[in-house]
């Protein structure tokens, strides 16, 4: 692992998608999110909520290990919107916006 490496927490390198557009997930209803990503007994969220929305994001953000992760369960314009008001730490939020320049300005 470099210097410059990012991590999303300690000893995971924060993985970033190649494009935002990339990002094909869904925008709303039920989502259920493996026990790899959420460790909890109850791990759906209903993305029409706009709580369990963000929190799903921050999670798979932080946590997701392969593209396809990122790819199945985050949407690129959904992520723009919801940029902002994500907590997320700040080597994610630093990683991702080094790589995609508009989420800075969103």
Do not use: C, K
Not at 33 to 49: A, H, I
Not at 87 to 93: D, E, H, K
Request: aromatic share 8%; proline share 9%.
């Amino acid at each position: 692992m470099s210097a410059q490496t990012l991590l999303a927490r300690p000893h995971r390198p924060v993985l970033v998608a190649g494009t935002l557009t990339e990002l094909a997930g869904p925008t709303r209803g039920i989502v259920e999110l493996p026990l790899r990503l959420w460790w909890n007994p109850v791990r759906t969220f209903d993305l029409d909520e706009p709580t369990m929305l963000s929190w799903m994001y921050e999670n798979v953000l932080r946590e997701a290990i392969r593209v396809d992760e990122l790819r199945s369960y985050l949407n690129g314009p959904l992520l723009v919107r919801l940029w902002p008001q994500l907590n997320l730490p700040r080597a994610v939020r630093a990683a991702w916006e080094a790589r995609h320049p508009r989420l800075r300005h969103a």
